[in-house]
């Protein structure tokens, strides 16, 4: 367990949960949830004495989802601050079972679920979607994990839960204001290879039931690393002009920069008769230079080839918990600035403009959810949540665009039975509205067992059906949008464990999950027109996605301030397109989807010692394919690979401020890899990191 942290598992039946957090610990709380149990455990800093503490209660509404109703996996703060430079998609690379596909640091970064494809992926940032109403996905590089206070992984049929469309699944993400009274700051400086600066901010004050946190973050990087290009061949002559010996050539990741700002203001006031005002903003501001392939051998003097995108999110809330009821109400907006730009030198003072793209993106939301709570064994839930979008796109090279405006609404029902302290039954149903067609109902149903009290050994199972729609550009993009589009849809079933164990100092965790999920009308683009110049959407694919997810974790509180802390996940995942294209040639029937491994796996693991931590990640991908029809050649597939970083931290603490020191090493063998097709990786690199808390009066 980590220096200043204090658990407290403090959970009434009636589900209102409470908060307990130490006064003189420097580290944030984490809640634990524990059905009926209000013990308390501190860690406090060396020589601090535990028995004068001061243990202050405040309280958190909200309805509890119960820990047998699908698979959910939950990271904390100290997941997410683990180095505090990564975005959340490398987050998600160690700490999940998800597939994280990313092109680097700073570049497109996407996530998806048990086979499924990143379009298949829900995110919510306080209970708004965010992904792009365009082309369905999340860019997780442009959400840093220093912004995120928790994230919950619902995975297949548990994302009914939250949201329709999430046929892999979904992510949840929160953020929200600091628990104490008074004011606290941080800030952080890293410093890294590549000419790389970060900077992270975080401001925080609180009085009586009002609190406000302020977060910044900035990051820069020329991001011109060397690396090995094996997709190239040099030749070495003898005097003869004979070839004697070939060689993979050194080169330069030419055009990488990036530059990305955020801020995140985060409001509430709380009143004693359990009301809750919040307020949320959060604004993206990006540059981006996209970098040459691999495979690109043209010899092009000065070009631009970037990207701008500003977003500006706020979530409005206000919820009440009384007794035997919750209620929920929440609005928001966002709109996104989106530019494209590709040119090169034609010489003479005259630029080629192959693509000027522009799209500006407009989301209107409101949400409102109630719980009644009946007997101690009767939950009913309500949600009814509303979207509005609207799209303006054009491309100034074909002129050609599209303006576009959509509403969704869908309407969510929950009953949950536990008629003994053992067995929980829950049933569920969504009915769905995209624009003016109206889904079929969408039902769900969980039930889970107690088996082992004494291990917390739970088994658990689910079935559901659910439906996503398609996205703007599915619909409307020219040249190739295809109006006339139907839902993918599919039923998903899942059966698993899961059990904790505490002895006096050691903890065993584990959980897995057997899964199945058949999808059809699995949207694909295809080449068309007269000369397939380009490429329109249709539902060709069934798809049929199953497997396994395995994860385990270890804890060892040795003494001395001695501990050891190990997390490990391991998916099987083969996801066969059953049916293929039906087109002349077409090999893809029967083979695994594109860029979806068979197998992932990862580690994280961590030695503290006092004020001393060593934290140690890995990960690892199968081959994914980048042809439907599975070749395994150099430009038919992505080679399998590891990664190893080594994170090494050391906390000092005086009397007018904390200090934090940490040096972090990624890719630690070095080694040549891609994680896209033809996308160079950087080799081992540093970045040191500078952290600063004072202590005010």
């Known amino acids: 367990m980590s220096r200043g942290l204090l658990l407290v598992p403090v959970t009434g039946r009636d589900g209102m949960r409470g908060l307990l957090y130490c006064m003189r610990c420097i580290a944030a709380a984490v809640l634990v949830l524990q059905e009926g149990a209000a013990l308390c455990r501190t860690y406090c800093l060396p020589g601090t004495d535990s028995s004068s503490t001061q243990i202050v209660a405040a309280s958190v509404y909200g309805y509890r989802t119960a820990a047998w109703k699908g698979v959910r996996t939950s990271l904390d703060s100290l997941s997410l601050?683990?180095?505090?430079?990564?975005?959340?998609?490398?987050?998600?690379?160690?700490?999940?079972?998800?597939?994280?596909?990313?092109?680097?640091?700073?570049?497109?970064?996407?996530?998806?679920?048990?086979?499924?494809?990143?379009?298949?992926?829900?995110?919510?940032?306080?209970?708004?979607?965010?992904?792009?109403?365009?082309p369905g996905m999340a860019d997780f590089s442009l959400i840093p994990s220093f912004l995120t206070d928790r994230a919950d992984l619902l995975h297949g049929g548990s994302a009914l839960q939250e949201v329709s469309g999430g046929l892999g699944g979904?992510?949840?993400?929160?953020?929200?204001?600091?628990?104490?009274?008074?004011?606290?700051?941080?800030?952080?400086?890293?410093?890294?290879?590549?000419?790389?600066?970060?900077?992270?901010?975080?401001?925080?004050?609180?009085?009586?039931?009002?609190?406000?946190?302020?977060?910044?973050?900035f990051s820069y990087s020329p991001n011109r690393f060397r690396y090995v290009n094996t997709k190239k061949n040099e030749n070495v002559y003898d005097d003869d002009m004979n070839i004697i010996s070939t060689f993979h050539p050194e080169e330069y990741n030419e055009n990488g920069k990036y530059r990305d700002g955020h801020l995140l203001l985060d409001a509430s006031y709380r009143t004693a008769s359990g009301d809750r005002?919040?307020?949320?903003?959060?604004?993206?501001?990006?540059?981006?230079?996209?970098?040459?392939?691999?495979?690109?051998?043209?010899?092009?003097?000065?070009?631009?080839?970037?990207?701008?995108?500003?977003?500006?999110?706020a979530v409005a809330s206000y919820s009440r918990s009384s007794g035997m009821a919750d209620i929920s109400v929440s609005a928001g907006y966002a709109n996104t600035l989106f530019r494209y730009d590709h040119a090169f030198d034609a010489g003479n003072g005259h630029w080629s403009q192959m693509t000027g793209a522009s799209a500006r993106t407009d989301t209107f939301f409101?949400?409102?959810?109630?719980?009644?709570?009946?007997?101690?064994?009767?939950?009913?839930?309500?949600?009814?949540?509303?979207?509005?979008?609207?799209?303006?796109?054009?491309e100034a090279v074909s002129r050609q665009g599209y303006d576009a405006a959509r509403p969704d609404a869908g309407v969510y029902v929950s009953l949950d039975w536990k008629p003994s302290g053992r067995l929980g039954l829950s049933l569920s149903m969504r009915e769905e509205l995209a624009g003016r067609v109206l889904s079929l109902p969408v039902p769900a149903f969980n039930a889970?067992?107690?088996?082992?009290?004494?291990?917390?050994?739970?088994?658990?199972?689910?079935?559901?059906?659910?439906?996503?729609?398609?996205?703007?550009?599915?619909?409307?993009?020219?040249?190739?949008?295809?109006?006339?589009?139907?839902?993918?849809?599919g039923f998903s079933y899942d059966a698993g464990y899961s059990f904790s164990k505490t002895w006096d100092n050691v903890s065993l965790s584990g959980e897995g999950t057997w899964f199945d999920s058949r999808i059809n009308g699995w949207i694909l683009w295809l080449p068309y027109g007269t000369g397939k110049n380009y490429y329109t959407p249709?539902?060709?694919?069934?798809?049929?996605?199953?497997?396994?997810?395995?994860?385990?974790?270890?804890?060892?509180?040795?003494?001395?301030?001695?501990?050891?802390?190990?997390?490990?996940?391991?998916?099987?995942?083969?996801?066969i397109n059953v049916s293929g294209t039906g087109r002349?040639?077409?090999?893809?029937?029967?083979?695994?989807?594109?860029?979806?491994?068979?197998?992932?796996?990862?580690?994280?693991a961590a030695l503290t010692f006092r004020s001393w931590t060593l934290l140690y990640k890995w990960c690892w991908y199968s081959r994914r394919y980048v042809m439907s029809s599975n070749e395994s050649g150099p430009s038919g597939s992505v080679p399998p690979y590891f990664m190893n970083d080594?994170?090494?931290?050391?906390?000092?603490?005086?009397?007018?401020?904390?200090?934090?020191?940490?040096?972090?090493?990624?890719?630690?063998?070095?080694?040549?890899?891609e994680t896209v097709l033809s996308r160079p990786m950087p080799g081992i690199n540093f970045e040191f990191f500078l952290g600063i808390t004072p202590k005010w009066k």
């Open 538 to 575: 249709v539902n060709l694919q069934a798809v049929h996605a199953y497997g396994v997810e395995q994860k385990a974790g270890f804890s060892l509180d040795a003494g001395r301030g001695l501990s050891v802390d190990i997390d490990g996940n391991y998916t099987w995942s083969p996801s």
């Open 81 to 134: 601050k683990e180095n505090i430079s990564m975005s959340l998609a490398d987050v998600l690379a160690y700490n999940s079972s998800l597939f994280v596909k990313q092109s680097g640091r700073a570049a497109f970064s996407t996530v998806s679920f048990r086979g499924t494809s990143p379009s298949h992926t829900q995110v919510l940032w306080n209970g708004m979607k965010i992904n792009s109403p365009m």
């Open 366 to 394: 409101l949400r409102g959810g109630a719980v009644w709570r009946f007997s101690g064994r009767w939950a009913l839930r309500t949600d009814v949540s509303a979207y509005l979008y609207n799209v303006h796109s054009s």
């Open 646 to 673: 080594v994170t090494v931290s050391k906390g000092l603490e005086f009397r007018r401020a904390g200090i934090s020191l940490s040096l972090a090493v990624r890719n630690l063998f070095n080694e040549s890899y």
């Open 170 to 217: 979904a992510v949840l993400l929160y953020t929200g204001t600091g628990a104490a009274d008074g004011f606290s700051t941080q800030f952080v400086q890293g410093i890294g290879s590549f000419l790389t600066v970060d900077d992270f901010l975080r401001m925080d004050y609180g009085s009586g039931g009002f609190s406000v946190s302020l977060r910044a973050v």
């Open 448 to 489: 889970g067992f107690l088996l082992w009290r004494d291990a917390g050994l739970h088994v658990k199972a689910s079935v559901s059906r659910n439906y996503r729609y398609p996205t703007l550009n599915d619909m409307y993009f020219l040249p190739g949008g295809n109006p006339e589009l139907k839902p993918e849809s």
């Open 584 to 604: 002349k040639g077409d090999t893809s029937a029967g083979k695994q989807l594109v860029y979806v491994p068979v197998h992932s796996a990862s580690l994280v």
């Open 277 to 313: 005002l919040g307020l949320s903003v959060w604004y993206t501001g990006s540059y981006r230079q996209l970098p040459k392939l691999m495979v690109d051998y043209s010899d092009v003097g000065d070009f631009v080839n970037d990207q701008d995108e500003n977003t500006l999110r």
